[in-house]
C-alpha cells in the first residue's frame, strides 16, 4: 500500500503540474497568440495530463488486485 500512495503522490504532482501548464498554453493560445495551432497544442497538452492521471490510478488499482489475489489461500 505504501508504493501505492507513493505513485499516486507522484501522479498526482506529474499531472497536475502537465494541466497547469496545458490550460496555460490553450488560453495563451485562445487569447493571445493569433496562431490556432497553439491552442490545439494546449488541449493536447491537457488531454496528456488527464491519460497520465489515469495511467497512474490504472496501474496502483492493478497492484492493489494483484496483491489481493496472489496470497495463497489456506485450506480449512
Known amino acids: 500500500m505504501k508504493t ?4 499516486l503522490n507522484a501522479v498526482k504532482i506529474a499531472g497536475s503540474t502537465v494541466l497547469t501548464l496545458g ?3 490553450f ?3 485562445f ?3 493569433d496562431y490556432s495551432a497553439i ?3 494546449g488541449i493536447g497538452t491537457i488531454m496528456g495530463a488527464v491519460f497520465i492521471f489515469l495511467m497512474g490510478v490504472f496501474f496502483v ?3 492493489e488486485v494483484l496483491e ?3 496470497k495463497p489461500k489456506i485450506l480449512k
Do not use: C, D, N, Q
Open 39 to 41: 491552442t490545439g497544442i
Open 68 to 70: 489481493k489475489f496472489s
Open 31 to 33: 487569447f493571445v497568440s
Open 23 to 25: 490550460i496555460v498554453i
Open 27 to 29: 488560453l495563451y493560445g
Open 61 to 63: 488499482a492493478t497492484e
Open 4 to 7: 501505492g500512495k507513493k505513485m
